[in-house]
DNA sequence: GCCGTTTTCGGCCCGACTGTTTTCAGTCG
């Protein structure tokens, strides 16, 4: 396998390996090289046959020579070479909540011990006792944690925390007297994955906000602070809490938004300007600059605010300095949404109140899925005539799939891809017109990988068939680096909420589409696209 | 290992928090 995502993991793997070496820069060039890499909307390969590797912000000379050696010959020597020296049980060990690199060494290079299960023997064993720096409490939490690594998964999909996370934002509203909140992290930036929550709130009453978040429902303290407080939902998501006074909450919200390569770039920028940005205050000297709003941060560096989604050094820094910043798609935008499934309970009333919530989302047009031949029927007599919205009426099947014979053609095709792969011809399939493929992962629960992605996103450009953005990115729909893949070759995609009721406002598939720097114009469902 | 409209060498974010250590090291974000 010689794609992006393998040759990034591979930067990975070496980073963590110089880690546990004790290596203090190496890791985070790797790192920051297999970041750039996984963000690529283009194949390695192709980079490099156009002799560019160098251009990929990360890549100088040794990481280009690893990068080639990788796509000649599917493995860089380097890596072979730390992972004979370094058991890979040392690096799991590293990952346990609470070690790093300089305990897990110590084990590993002290104690012998290679692997977190090597460690729960010893600790049991008592080898750990008496060892400098650990003592009974610390002894306490490492056997905690290494209980907890088994079955805690790290990172989680958006849409799953960010139902934890509407939760408890309206629940610090309701009980406590916060002025300000907002959460920021990889959550702002609507990435695929969350792996925790970074709450930040401004309050005349610190105390009272840090209460009310240790007493929600379920949630367990691991550190308490004045200002900064950590907990863990029950089922094992980390939710950070920062209380912040108002004239820094600008300047902490750009900062714990990130991306981390965003925020180098912003604070070399500041560094030009001889100023220095924390996550307090814009600094000139001594002066404290206005920070109490992000735009206000971007000011000072001589740019427009730009959009959290795209704060990923991938080009955005460039952009806004030129002022060629592009005006994202907004969830206004979309006046159509075209993949609801109908239930075969729904009567007369339960289709009027979907309709009614859509033209109350604002939407011209509400595209419904039946589940059967018969529905599909009695929904195209419902929909006869039916305007503000309008109603279509479409049919999903598995990609390939005949499509069954039906009265009146169904007004649009959601194609599943199911987990398979794309055809390897573009043309191989004749498509029906109004069609699009979604659905990439095998099921809800297992996202489709990067490569696949990838993958449906080159097919889709070569057949002009749109792909679908749903709130599920990299579950059911594209993810943000395949859907900049289509839309810079010319694609189209097909931006589903999958809701019209009160889930809409969460704008997760819009989300999505901001991060892959998609315009209104390349939505098939929004209101300037040029038509089928 | 990367990077450079102040540097091709010398930087690379740094503050909060915890446990243990009596002044700090390690982790985390």
């Not at 970074?198 to 610190?206: A, C, G, M, N, R």
């Not at 109603?391 to 959601?414: C, D, Q």
């Not at 990439?440 to 070569?462: C, I, K, M, N, Y």
């Amino acid at each position: 396998m010689k794609s992006n995502a393998a040759a990034a993991a591979a930067f990975h793997e070496i980073a963590d390996l110089l880690d546990v070496l004790g290596e203090k820069f190496k890791p985070e060039a790797y790192r920051r090289a297999a970041r750039s890499i996984e963000s690529l909307t283009e194949d390695l390969g192709a980079v490099a046959a156009r002799d560019q590797l160098r251009e990929i912000p990360g890549v100088g000379q040794a990481i280009e020579e690893k990068i080639r050696e990788f796509l000649r010959d599917g493995t860089i020597p380097y890596l072979e070479k730390l992972r004979a020296e370094i058991p890979a049980g040392v690096v799991a060990m590293m990952r346990v909540e609470g070690l790093g690199p300089k305990t897990a060494r110590k084990f590993w290079t002290d104690l012998g011990v290679e692997s977190p299960n090597a460690l729960l023997e010893a600790i049991d064993a008592g080898r750990l006792a008496g060892v400098k720096g650990f003592g009974p409490v610390k002894i306490a939490k490492i056997r905690t944690a290494l209980g907890a690594a088994a079955s805690s998964q790290s990172r989680r999909p958006l849409l799953q925390a960010a139902l934890v996370a509407e939760q408890i934002v309206a629940t610090l509203k309701e009980r406590s007297p916060v002025t300000q909140i907002e959460i920021a992290g990889s959550f702002r930036r609507r990435r695929e994955t969350v792996g925790d929550l970074d709450i930040l709130v401004t309050s005349s009453e610190p105390e009272k906000v840090l209460d009310a978040f240790a007493a929600l429902e379920g949630a367990t303290i691991v550190l308490r602070g004045p200002t900064k407080e950590t907990i863990r939902t029950r089922d094992g998501l980390q939710v950070d809490l920062r209380v912040l006074a108002p004239e820094s909450f600008g300047a902490a919200l750009q900062y714990f938004t990130g991306s981390k390569d965003h925020n180098v770039a912003t604070r070399s920028l500041a560094r030009d300007r001889g100023l220095k940005i924390n996550e307090y205050f814009v600094v000139r000297g001594e002066e404290r600059l206005p920070s109490s709003t992000e735009a206000e941060i971007y000011r000072s560096i001589g740019l427009p605010w730009i959009p959290p989604e795209i704060r990923e050094a991938r080009g955005e820094i460039e952009a806004a300095r030129a002022g060629t910043l592009p005006v994202l798609l907004e969830p206004g935008d979309l006046v159509a949404e075209l993949h609801l499934h109908v239930r075969p309970s729904d009567g007369a009333a339960e289709l009027a109140a979907l309709a009614r919530s859509a033209g109350d989302a604002g939407l011209r047009t509400l595209g419904l899925i039946p589940g059967s031949h018969e529905e599909f029927d009695r929904l195209v007599a419902w929909a006869h005539g039916r305007s503000s919205p309008s109603i279509r009426v479409g049919w999903e099947r598995p990609y390939g799939a005949e499509l069954p014979k039906f009265s009146t053609a169904p007004a649009f095709h959601v194609l599943s891809a199911n987990g398979l792969e794309p055809p390897a011809q573009a043309d191989s399939e004749p498509l029906d017109p109004g069609s699009w493929v979604g659905h990439f992962g095998s099921d809800p629960d297992t996202p489709a990988g990067p490569e696949r992605l990838a993958a449906w996103s080159r097919w889709a450009v070569a057949a002009k068939c749109p792909l679908e953005l749903t709130p599920s990115p990299g579950y059911d729909g594209l993810d943000a680096v395949s859907a900049r893949r289509l839309v810079e070759g010319g694609g189209a995609v097909v931006v589903s909420e999958l809701g019209v009721g009160p889930e809409r406002p969460r704008a997760l598939a819009v989300g999505t589409a901001r991060r892959a720097w998609i315009t209104r114009s390349s939505v098939l469902n929004a209101a300037a696209w040029p038509g089928p």
